[in-house]
């Protein structure tokens, strides 16, 4: 009795809020995109994105989409800020990651899902239903069945055209403890405000996921599976450390370059922090902190016919291992202005001080009329320009892109 009470007034709230969302304007330049890659190098063909809205896992399913036959999606979405990021393929591992969303841009999210080596587990999908409620109203309901009994609170339903999200509940209520095992039975969405005889079927998605993060086939409202075999990568890869990585340890990594052998790199939802990573010719040193252990790496950069690796040991306290990155994408990526000029400039120049090092320090440089150095007068031209050129004592950087020297003015700005 209580349980079901409790599931009412969820419902009670997704409908307001769902109409309150729908009516508003927001939902236009926000975006979260990318390509969903596999573990085993290829792009997948098929399959939905679900989104939370705030901390992964809270279960507040809000916006999805689906994924594209050419492994992209596109999800706009209401608001920036903390998002969880779900992304759903058949015969692959779900793919759970917090991100941060910059409103009033496209935020490019690499995936990579890792294979599903055993399928059989895989909770199962039948019957959906569409049950009209009002003119302006209907609710879907489906049944779940899982052979390992280890069902999670994602039942999902995924409307394609209005790039909405919904978790479906028990019909006997929804549980308290998400960690707890979901029944199997039947599964019903909220009330969604639309008018049931002008939706056509095929664009909702149906997912569900289980605790160990495998889901089964993904369906379409009318029952029909949309999987669609994943493809042979086409990106011919880069022989460059610069892009997307994988390693041995089924960790996805962003690589870049700050300055001729500087590199940065990010590990994505880990908990390794690259603190140095420098590049000379091909062999790359990487000090690294893993759960607080101050590690490092040293590795090589091998191009093969087909693939790019990076291949080499680490060493931890306590703990030494064989390292394989397996590059995954090339990316283009410009990183923050503060790391190039933490690479290039803060050698020569202060940030925090108007004080001398090599050249003048560069604290407040933007609050001031003139140039500390020459007296010229201050403008993003005349930055740029020492920047790209040098200047007196200073050499010029030819290597910077002009959208990185843009970084650096706008991080120049701030001081
Ligand atoms: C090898 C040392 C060195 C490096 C590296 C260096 N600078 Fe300089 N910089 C100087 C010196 C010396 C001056 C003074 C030149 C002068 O008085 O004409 C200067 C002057 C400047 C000025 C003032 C120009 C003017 O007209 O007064 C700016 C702005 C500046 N640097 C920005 C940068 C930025 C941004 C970077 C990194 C991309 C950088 N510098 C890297 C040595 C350096």
Not at 309 to 321: A, H, K, V, W
């Amino acid at each position: 009795m209580h349980r079901k009470a409790k599931g009412t007034v969820i419902f009670g709230l997704f409908w307001v809020s769902s109409f309150f969302l729908v009516g508003s304007l927001a939902w236009c330049d926000t975006y979260v995109s990318g390509k969903v890659l596999t573990s085993d190098g290829k792009v997948v063909a098929s399959g939905a994105v679900a989104l939370e809205k705030g901390e992964l896992h809270n279960n507040a399913f809000l916006a999805g989409g689906k994924i594209l036959p050419d492994g992209t999606f596109k999800i706009p979405l209401p608001s920036g800020g903390p998002w969880g990021l779900h992304v759903y393929s058949e015969g692959y591992i779900y793919f759970p990651l917090q991100i941060r969303v910059n409103e009033g841009m496209d935020n490019e999210t690499p995936v990579i899902l890792p294979l599903d080596s055993n399928p059989d587990d895989d909770p199962r999908i039948s019957n959906i239903r569409f049950a009209k409620a009002s003119d302006q109203v209907f609710r879907i309901t489906m049944r779940v069945d899982d052979s390992d009994g280890n069902l999670g609170p994602q039942m999902l339903a995924v409307d394609t055209k209005r790039f909405r999200a919904y978790r479906m509940l028990p019909v006997g209520g929804d549980l308290d403890d998400k960690k707890a095992n979901f029944p199997v039975g039947d599964y019903v969405s909220p009330f969604i405000p639309a008018a049931l005889d002008k939706e056509d079927p095929r664009d909702w998605l149906f997912v569900v996921a289980d605790h160990q993060c495998s889901n089964g086939p993904i369906y379409d409202g009318l029952y029909q599976s949309v999987f669609r075999q994943p493809m042979a990568h086409t990106e011919s890869l880069r022989c460059e450390v610069l892009g997307i990585w994988k390693s041995n340890f089924d960790k996805v990594y962003r690589f870049y370059l700050l300055s001729p052998g500087k590199l940065k790199g990010e590990q994505f939802d880990g908990n390794l922090i690259i603190d140095r990573m420098v590049q000379e010719q091909d062999r790359i040193t990487m000090d690294f902190r893993f759960e607080g252990k101050k590690g490092e790496g040293t590795l090589r950069l091998v191009c093969e016919d087909s693939r790019v690796i990076l291949t080499g040991d680490f060493t931890l306290p306590g703990r030494s291992g064989e390292w394989i990155f397996t590059k995954l994408k090339n990316e283009e990526i410009f990183p923050k202005g503060q790391d190039l000029f933490m690479a290039n400039c803060a050698v020569c120049h202060f940030h925090d001080s108007t004080e001398t090092k090599v050249g003048p320090g560069l604290k407040g440089v933007f609050k001031n009329p003139q140039l500390p150095g020459t007296g010229r007068p201050t403008s993003e031209e005349t930055v740029r320009k020492q920047i790209q050129q040098g200047g007196g004592k200073m050499p010029p950087f030819k290597n910077l892109k002009e959208e990185e020297i843009s970084e650096i003015i706008d991080y120049l700005k701030t001081l």
